[in-house]
């Protein structure tokens, strides 16, 4: 990482948009056309597993102040087969929230119920209920193979062979929940709304109206945090459909309570492994099968699971079996790194079962068996463009002091009679790396500055504010000369694709980028004549274009833009997966693989009177390739250390076992953790830079690998009361009757 750079990586910066967040000015969805829309409310089926008979809505739209209703005859999201209590069965317009509340109280549904299951052991014995989800069936295995499993096995001295699960069933509970304002002009729909893939989603939007795109116009500004739930077409679809019934603009915000029904969760998980190693400490088999309950949607999210095991730790025989389970619960989704932080959850402890019987410490085991940068990816054969995995281990292990406070599972005690422990995680997968193509636009103004249209949303982190450090760098402008122009508007952006799999840094990092150097072809051609030197001798640094072998030769970026003779727009997009430079004897230009690289480690008491649990230290350590955005980075590392904390010891749906109705749809009793419940003070976020071989500037993403080492807190846990839980969350419950247990 030698490259002189004068904007990327500058701690100093700030977020681009922070003061339209800070003071409110930043436009969400709901914040669009006020006092002129109608308000929607939904009603739910009161059965897990049925078909509607009939609906009857006759006292709905006899309600003054009701101005449209939708069913599943006339809405193209809504069906009659039932899959899940709280289902959507009808939705109602009116003009107020409370209005439309009672209306949907009104619909009267009648049912032919089927039997349901909610248990996913259940759901796979002889005789189970079938869920409806998958035909003559509630589940199905798939499985890979590695080496030769049977002879890993049988080299290995210590095998640990354990069950383990199953994980927490959750909603993501975004701070804002799903939400569209939708509005019709003639044929053409009108859409604002908080979106991860503006233009994915008004392909979704115009495929169930049956309309063509460039009658969608979809506009994604404001995104109150997605973590994979704001993909999809569903609550626009709603509005749309009302809002052309009402001749009316529609907002449908979905209530707290109707986020936590009837949007995506993340899914419970078990698994069964067995993993051998020789005496001295290396690995020789993984046998893993990992279960999923994906739900009453059956996403087979759970394939992932594998993948923490596979990726990780360098093992030559493996046999990678997954198996997808449908129950009669609300659907399930992506959550920010969908089957890996419970899959890591899980493996992570086998780890350590497997650490403690070869005799070496927890992170001696893991730096013996971690992948290293010059291997290549045990599946593909491909070469890794990057893999900070050992400095992020050894940065955190000395960040929380591992070699003077690591002690064998329940031996030391805190002053206070507390019980001491700590623990750590460490986790490779196929997260942050370069996803499909997509364009990007830049502006160059006459002043000398820029503009970038960014086709994506502000669904947080910063990936705006990242890709304004790439187009300032490269054209060699100020950080504060590049400013975000529009972005997350389908009709004047190029597509930016998802906010998803932590690829927009590294994927539109790179469109940015080959945007940048053709806006920057056009300055120096027309920088050239101003100059005197041929185009190919000018650099531009610092806000200044000059000749590369005589600085003192240069002219400013205002006054070669104040000359130009037509506007500058750059235009780019991203370039494939392969190397941008020598690894590893592997050539500039060989296809790759980009990993996403992370590890956490903690320091806890625990109360053996209580059972409750206080975060000493919590260290996070990611591999960002290179920090583009510093402060973004820092962000995103922090907060995943929360969401952390949140999957380890809080977040929880609770059904009722007989109806299948979710019993604590709020945030208060999903029990999301506040500041109350830990002091941010004892978090660091430590940046690994390993310079990426496939991304721009060397980057690549983070926001998933940041929140997938929770298991470090079960690992400390054990390191402190010598009792495993490995079905969270970890509640002092749990942990009390773990101590109670001989």
């Given at each position: 990482m030698n490259e002189e750079l004068s904007v990327i990586g500058n701690?100093?910066?700030?977020?681009?948009?922070?003061?339209d967040i800070v003071t409110g000015s930043l436009d969400y969805a709901a914040d669009n056309l006020p006092g002129k829309k109608l308000f929607v409310r939904t009603a739910g089926a009161r059965q897990a597993h049925a078909r509607v008979k009939s609906?009857?809505?006759?006292?709905?739209?006899?309600?003054?102040?009701?101005?449209?209703?939708?069913?599943y005859v006339d809405c193209p999201v809504f069906s009659d087969t039932i899959l899940y209590h709280g289902q959507e069965v009808a939705a109602v317009a009116a003009v107020d929230e409370e209005t439309a509340a009672r209306a949907a109280g009104l619909v009267e549904v009648e049912y032919i119920a089927s039997p349901a299951v909610?248990?996913?052991?259940?759901?796979?014995?002889p005789g189970a209920p079938l869920v409806g989800t998958f035909a003559d069936t509630n589940f199905y295995f798939r499985e890979e193979y590695r080496g030769d499993i049977d002879e890993g096995l049988r080299q290995a001295d210590i095998v640990v062979d354990a069950t383990l699960g199953w994980t927490n069933y959750f909603q993501h509970g975004t701070i804002e929940t799903c939400t569209a304002v939708c509005y019709w002009v003639g044929e053409h729909l009108y859409v604002r709304t908080g979106s991860q893939n503006p233009f994915n989603q008004r392909a979704l939007i115009a495929s169930a109206l049956e309309m063509p795109l460039n009658r969608v116009h979809l506009v994604s500004h404001g995104t109150g945090v997605g973590h994979g739930d704001k993909h999809f077409r569903d609550w626009a679809v709603v509005a749309a459909v009302l809002s052309r019934k009402a001749a009316r603009p529609v907002q449908y915000a979905m209530s707290r309570a109707e986020n936590f029904i009837n949007r995506t969760h993340q899914f419970p998980m078990k698994a069964h492994l067995r993993i051998g190693a020789t005496s001295e400490g290396l690995m020789t088999a993984i046998d893993s099968t990992f279960y999923g309950d994906a739900c009453s949607n059956g996403w087979p999210l759970v394939v992932e699971a594998n993948d923490p095991l596979k990726f990780t730790y360098y093992c030559p025989n493996g046999s990678f079996k997954n198996c997808t389970i449908a129950t009669n619960k609300p659907k399930i989704g992506y959550w920010r790194c969908i089957a890996h932080p419970p899959a890591t959850y899980l493996s992570e402890i086998a780890i350590d079962m497997l650490a403690e019987k070869t005799g070496l410490d927890p992170l001696e085991f893991r730096l013996k068996n971690i992948v290293t940068p010059d291997m290549p990816d045990q599946d593909s054969g491909l070469p890794l463009s990057s893999n900070g995995l050992r400095d992020c281990l050894e940065k955190l292990a000395e960040a929380i002091g591992w070699d003077e406070k690591w002690h064998q599972p329940a031996a030391f005690k805190l002053p206070d009679g507390r019980l001491h422990g700590i623990g750590i995680c460490a986790h490779i997968d196929p997260h942050g790396t370069m996803a499909l193509p997509v364009g990007a636009i830049v502006n160059i103004n006459r002043d000398g500055s820029a503009f970038i249209n960014d086709g994506i949303s502000r669904a947080g982190g910063g990936t705006n504010t990242a890709h304004c450090h790439i187009v300032a760098e490269t054209l060699g402008m100020k950080y504060d000369d590049v400013m975000v122009g529009d972005w997350g508007n389908t009709d004047v952006c190029a597509d930016g694709g998802m906010q998803g799999g932590s690829t927009r840094t590294i994927t539109a990092g790179a469109a940015f980028y080959m945007a940048s150097l053709d806006a920057r072809d056009q300055l120096f051609e027309l920088a050239a004549g101003m100059l005197g030197v041929p185009p190919e001798l000018i650099e531009a640094r610092d806000g200044r274009i000059f000749q590369a072998d005589n600085p003192s030769n240069f002219k400013t970026h205002l006054e070669v833009c104040y000359r130009m003779p037509y506007p500058i727009v750059g235009r780019g997009y991203t370039w494939d997966k392969k190397l941008q430079r020598q690894v590893h004897g592997y050539e500039a230009g060989s296809p790759c693989e980009v990993r996403g690289v992370s590890a956490a480690g903690c320091e806890i008491a625990v109360d053996s009177e209580t059972g409750q649990?206080?975060?000493?230290?919590?260290?996070?350590?990611?591999?960002?390739?290179?920090?583009?955005?510093w402060k973004g980075c820092q962000n995103q590392i922090e907060g995943g250390i929360e969401l952390m904390i949140g999957q380890a010891f809080y977040y929880e749906q609770i059904l009722d076992p007989v109806s299948g109705a979710t019993l604590n749809a709020s945030y208060l009793d999903h029990k999301f953790p506040t500041t109350l419940d830990f002091d941010c003070r004892r978090?660091?976020?430590?940046?690994?830079?390993?310079?990426?071989?496939?991304?721009?500037?060397?980057?690549k993403g983070i926001g998933e690998p940041c929140v997938s080492n929770f298991g470090a807190l079960a690992n400390a846990v054990y390191n402190a009361t010598g009792k495993w839980i490995h079905n969270p969350p970890i509640t002092p419950a749990k942990i009390l009757a773990s101590l109670e247990q001989a």
């Amino acid at each position: 990482m030698n490259e002189e750079l004068s904007v990327i990586g500058n701690p100093a910066h700030h977020d681009k948009q922070i003061v339209d967040i800070v003071t409110g000015s930043l436009d969400y969805a709901a914040d669009n056309l006020p006092g002129k829309k109608l308000f929607v409310r939904t009603a739910g089926a009161r059965q897990a597993h049925a078909r509607v008979k009939s609906v009857d809505v006759s006292k709905a739209v006899a309600l003054d102040g009701v101005k449209a209703v939708c069913t599943y005859v006339d809405c193209p999201v809504f069906s009659d087969t039932i899959l899940y209590h709280g289902q959507e069965v009808a939705a109602v317009a009116a003009v107020d929230e409370e209005t439309a509340a009672r209306a949907a109280g009104l619909v009267e549904v009648e049912y032919i119920a089927s039997p349901a299951v909610f248990d996913p052991d259940e759901a796979m014995q002889p005789g189970a209920p079938l869920v409806g989800t998958f035909a003559d069936t509630n589940f199905y295995f798939r499985e890979e193979y590695r080496g030769d499993i049977d002879e890993g096995l049988r080299q290995a001295d210590i095998v640990v062979d354990a069950t383990l699960g199953w994980t927490n069933y959750f909603q993501h509970g975004t701070i804002e929940t799903c939400t569209a304002v939708c509005y019709w002009v003639g044929e053409h729909l009108y859409v604002r709304t908080g979106s991860q893939n503006p233009f994915n989603q008004r392909a979704l939007i115009a495929s169930a109206l049956e309309m063509p795109l460039n009658r969608v116009h979809l506009v994604s500004h404001g995104t109150g945090v997605g973590h994979g739930d704001k993909h999809f077409r569903d609550w626009a679809v709603v509005a749309a459909v009302l809002s052309r019934k009402a001749a009316r603009p529609v907002q449908y915000a979905m209530s707290r309570a109707e986020n936590f029904i009837n949007r995506t969760h993340q899914f419970p998980m078990k698994a069964h492994l067995r993993i051998g190693a020789t005496s001295e400490g290396l690995m020789t088999a993984i046998d893993s099968t990992f279960y999923g309950d994906a739900c009453s949607n059956g996403w087979p999210l759970v394939v992932e699971a594998n993948d923490p095991l596979k990726f990780t730790y360098y093992c030559p025989n493996g046999s990678f079996k997954n198996c997808t389970i449908a129950t009669n619960k609300p659907k399930i989704g992506y959550w920010r790194c969908i089957a890996h932080p419970p899959a890591t959850y899980l493996s992570e402890i086998a780890i350590d079962m497997l650490a403690e019987k070869t005799g070496l410490d927890p992170l001696e085991f893991r730096l013996k068996n971690i992948v290293t940068p010059d291997m290549p990816d045990q599946d593909s054969g491909l070469p890794l463009s990057s893999n900070g995995l050992r400095d992020c281990l050894e940065k955190l292990a000395e960040a929380i002091g591992w070699d003077e406070k690591w002690h064998q599972p329940a031996a030391f005690k805190l002053p206070d009679g507390r019980l001491h422990g700590i623990g750590i995680c460490a986790h490779i997968d196929p997260h942050g790396t370069m996803a499909l193509p997509v364009g990007a636009i830049v502006n160059i103004n006459r002043d000398g500055s820029a503009f970038i249209n960014d086709g994506i949303s502000r669904a947080g982190g910063g990936t705006n504010t990242a890709h304004c450090h790439i187009v300032a760098e490269t054209l060699g402008m100020k950080y504060d000369d590049v400013m975000v122009g529009d972005w997350g508007n389908t009709d004047v952006c190029a597509d930016g694709g998802m906010q998803g799999g932590s690829t927009r840094t590294i994927t539109a990092g790179a469109a940015f980028y080959m945007a940048s150097l053709d806006a920057r072809d056009q300055l120096f051609e027309l920088a050239a004549g101003m100059l005197g030197v041929p185009p190919e001798l000018i650099e531009a640094r610092d806000g200044r274009i000059f000749q590369a072998d005589n600085p003192s030769n240069f002219k400013t970026h205002l006054e070669v833009c104040y000359r130009m003779p037509y506007p500058i727009v750059g235009r780019g997009y991203t370039w494939d997966k392969k190397l941008q430079r020598q690894v590893h004897g592997y050539e500039a230009g060989s296809p790759c693989e980009v990993r996403g690289v992370s590890a956490a480690g903690c320091e806890i008491a625990v109360d053996s009177e209580t059972g409750q649990v206080e975060i000493l230290r919590f260290c996070n350590a990611v591999d960002a390739g290179r920090a583009i955005f510093w402060k973004g980075c820092q962000n995103q590392i922090e907060g995943g250390i929360e969401l952390m904390i949140g999957q380890a010891f809080y977040y929880e749906q609770i059904l009722d076992p007989v109806s299948g109705a979710t019993l604590n749809a709020s945030y208060l009793d999903h029990k999301f953790p506040t500041t109350l419940d830990f002091d941010c003070r004892r978090h660091e976020a430590i940046i690994v830079e390993s310079d990426d071989a496939c991304g721009p500037y060397g980057c690549k993403g983070i926001g998933e690998p940041c929140v997938s080492n929770f298991g470090a807190l079960a690992n400390a846990v054990y390191n402190a009361t010598g009792k495993w839980i490995h079905n969270p969350p970890i509640t002092p419950a749990k942990i009390l009757a773990s101590l109670e247990q001989a």
